[in-house]
């Protein structure tokens, strides 16, 4: 679906879109106990439309971020999508079902309503759980945004994919699919060292939805996230009003000091640690530095933003040394 605004429409508003899109940020982290850095994550990825993946065992708040967030977004019926997968999960528990009076007429098409296609916001818990079928569906529907009805591919609605897993299996037929989430955050278990906060926000917001009470709703729109990825992509592909595409945009908004530290993190992980970094995450990470860039701080890239480098691992026993070792390189 094409936007119904323009870059000129989106330009007075981009402060106050800026804004919001923090006080979310900060009014959800509010909630949890020790969740900012997820809650960052999230809220960066949603500006930047790259899918997330959530890492952490059960009982760490996983879903309940992305049912807040949803929430806060003021999302109607039909706008968002969760599912749990399982091995015997069908694509047509994702997709929709076969249409079956169409099937009689020698046409194969689903019936998407209320299913993946149909919606803006995806959650898709344990996605590692995926058989081949599934497996084929979501990187399509990840890589192109589409799937198809009678052989022809039929855009999704999807802006938003946030998946969850109790743990990363190393299987070589998953690897695409872990590839397509160029962030992967772990969720943690904060009970041994925030015991007593844990317990006054759990029992405060179990007090909320007893009382079907949500303080944290309508924090924000969907649409804030598209205007502001809309005036992102524009100025990005104008180099920031200079006329120049890329390149111009590096030059203005990713100092040369600070784009030289990232190749040198990017081949360090490489060749230290063994890190697999596809050209294609090269460009998404681009892309995400600089949407964190221009929601905390405005724009320009510092050496800060690079901390997104952290989180791309693709296998959890790295996550703590790659994340020492970003840390290291950065001085943080």
């Known amino acids: 679906m094409e936007p119904t605004f323009t870059f ?10 800026r804004l919001r899109l923090n006080r979310l940020r900060t009014g959800l982290a509010e909630l949890f106990v020790g969740k900012e850095e997820v809650i960052d994550l999230m809220v960066i990825a949603a500006l930047a439309q790259e899918p997330l993946l959530i890492v952490g065992r059960p009982g760490t708040a996983k879903s309940d971020l992305v049912i807040k967030f949803c929430q806060a977004l ?5 706008d968002y999508f969760e599912y749990m997968l399982t091995r015997f999960t069908e694509p047509g528990e994702i997709i929709g079902p076969v249409d079956i009076e169409q099937l009689k007429s020698g046409r194969y098409l689903r019936r998407p309503e209320g299913k993946l296609p149909h919606a803006r916001l995806v959650f898709l818990d344990e996605i590692f759980k995926s058989n081949s079928a599934i497996l084929n569906t979501l990187l399509t529907v990840i890589n192109e945004r589409k799937y198809y009805q009678d052989g022809k591919p039929t855009p999704v609605k999807m802006k938003i994919l946030f998946a969850a897993t109790n743990e990363i299996p190393e299987f070589t037929e998953l690897d695409a699919l872990k590839d397509r989430f160029t962030l992967k955050v772990e969720s943690r278990s904060v009970r041994a060292n925030r015991f007593d ?10 007090t909320y939805k007893a009382f079907n009470q949500r303080p944290w709703a309508n924090m924000a729109r969907l649409e804030d996230f598209e205007m502001l990825k809309l005036y992102l992509d524009t100025v990005m592909m104008q180099g920031a009003d200079t006329g120049r595409s890329g390149h111009g945009d590096r030059e203005r908004n990713f100092p040369d000091e600070v784009f030289a530290l990232f190749r040198r993190i990017l081949r360090t992980l490489e060749k230290e640690d063994g890190i697999e970094i596809s050209d294609r995450k090269v460009i998404k990470l681009y892309k995400l530095i600089r949407a964190r860039a221009f929601l905390l701080h405005g724009g320009v890239v510092g050496r800060e933003d690079l901390s997104l480098l952290r989180y791309i691992p693709g296998k959890l026993q790295d996550f703590q040394p790659v994340r020492e070792k970003v840390d290291a390189l950065l001085k943080l």
């Open 74 to 78: 003021g999302l109607e019926e039909g």
């Open 8 to 17: 000129d429409d989106v330009r007075p508003q981009v402060d106050e879109l």
């Open 197 to 206: 906060e844990l317990l006054d926000k759990g029992l405060r917001n179990s």
